[in-house]
């Protein structure tokens, strides 16, 4: 059971919107930045988003994050074959001193 | 360029001890912080444990406290994960990762991984 919950999975055409939530407590998300991983399986987990909203060099703006209260949300526009991956949140949990991950959402792409 | 190698992972009998290895090239390693993350077959990203850019500070998962220590040896690029007494819900690809200049919780580059298997 993951501290962070996110959806098993969400879907949606190509072309489309789809988001994805990040819910947790005021022990991680409510307190600390929030980021955002996605993984292809085989492959290594790359950063998408950092600080709830920053992108770092080379992720297009089709990937955006946002943060209100205990929840993260990670946002991504344009959908592409390419983005069908798994997509994790993460944190620091201030009362476990650990960081914290969610239990990731497949993104199918139909 | 920027790269992160995994090595040591393999197959070893409950009870058993394991060394990964971690060698890093492309950027000044006594610049950031290092942690180790693992993924079970068919589970999701679990931080494992992270240390300071010096080796000072050093946090592990309730999950492996007591049986996992982590190191580092700037001089050699090098992040170790000495991993003892494990158990079979240790098996995992294990991925080391680096943190960006300030950051402990925010991981911008990672390995390929090296896969532990704990079987008899």
């Known amino acids: 059971q993951s501290v962070l919950t996110q959806p098993p999975s969400v879907s949606a055409a190509p072309g489309q919107k789809v988001t994805i939530s990040c819910s947790g407590s005021?022990?991680?998300?409510?307190?600390?930045?929030v980021s955002w991983y996605q993984h292809l399986p085989g492959t290594a987990p790359k950063l998408l988003i950092y600080?709830?909203?920053k992108r770092p060099s080379g992720i297009p703006d089709r990937f955006s994050g946002s943060k209100s209260g205990t929840s993260a949300t990670l946002g991504i526009t344009g959908l592409q074959t390419g983005d069908e991956a798994d997509y994790y949140c993460g944190t620091w949990d201030s009362s476990l001193s650990a960081v914290v991950f969610g239990g990731g959402t497949k993104l199918t792409v139909l | 360029q920027v790269q992160l190698v995994e090595s040591g992972g393999g197959l070893v009998k409950p009870g058993g001890s394991l060394r990964l290895s971690c060698a890093v090239s492309g950027f000044t390693f006594s610049d950031n912080y290092m942690s180790w993350i693992r993924q079970a077959p068919g589970k999701g990203l679990e931080w494992v444990s992270y240390i300071s850019s010096s080796g000072s500070t050093i946090y592990y998962a309730d999950s492996v406290k007591g049986r996992f220590t982590i190191s580092r040896d700037n001089a050699k690029n090098s992040l170790y994960l000495q991993m003892n007494s494990l158990r079979g819900e240790d098996t995992a690809v294990y991925y080391c990762?680096?943190?960006?200049?300030?950051?402990?919780?925010?991981?911008?580059?990672w390995g390929q991984g090296t896969m532990v298997t704990v079987s008899s």
């Open positions: 005021s022990s991680n998300i409510g307190n600390n930045y």
């Open positions: 990762a680096r943190s960006p200049p300030g950051y402990r919780s925010v991981f911008d580059i």
């Open positions: 600080d709830n909203n």
